[in-house]
């Protein structure tokens, strides 16, 4: 299984950093982003997690490109009118998921070329580095391989946490 992200012309350096933070978390393999804003914002340094070490961060022109030799599923994220509920949808095995910048939607040309388009079902709308983290959860919560016991707690927990929970 594989996830790529690709971000059109992400502005804030904050939801970067988070989006960068889930990426590590739920072991997506690149993200791919669009436009100039993210490039000059990235001097404000918010990746906390050095995720960018070991996921190929990279400014393209075209955000829909293939990005390697794998086909992969394009899925559009948007509140866009025939989208699919993300509670209902089934991720591809390969997939690049697509996301709009923070002030604005995927274009009518992205969406075109998706093959599917998701939706997160909320009153309003979500911010991008909340919606990147919830479509990868909800990714890992619907695979079989979903860690179930105490050894991914035991590996992800920071080094100040030794709570146990005793029934």
Known sequence: MSAHLALVN?????NMGSIL?????????SIRYSGERY????????????AHLNIPLTQVADIVAPVSEQTLVKVGIELVEGATP?????????ALYIF???????SQEIVNQCDHVVYVPTVGCMNLAATVNVLLYDRL?????????????INSRDTNNRTK???
């Open 10 to 14: 992400p502005k804030s350096p904050q």
């Open 21 to 29: 933070r889930a990426a590590g978390c739920y072991q997506v393999q």
């Open 39 to 50: 490039a000059r914002a990235s001097a404000f340094f918010t990746d906390t997690k050095n």
């Open 86 to 94: 993300l509670p209902t949808f089934e991720h591809p095995e390969h």
């Open 100 to 106: 709009g910048p923070e002030d604005g939607s995927l």
């Open 141 to 153: 919560a619907k695979t079989t391989t979903m860690p179930k016991d105490d050894k991914v707690v």
């Open 165 to 167: 929970f005793l029934k």
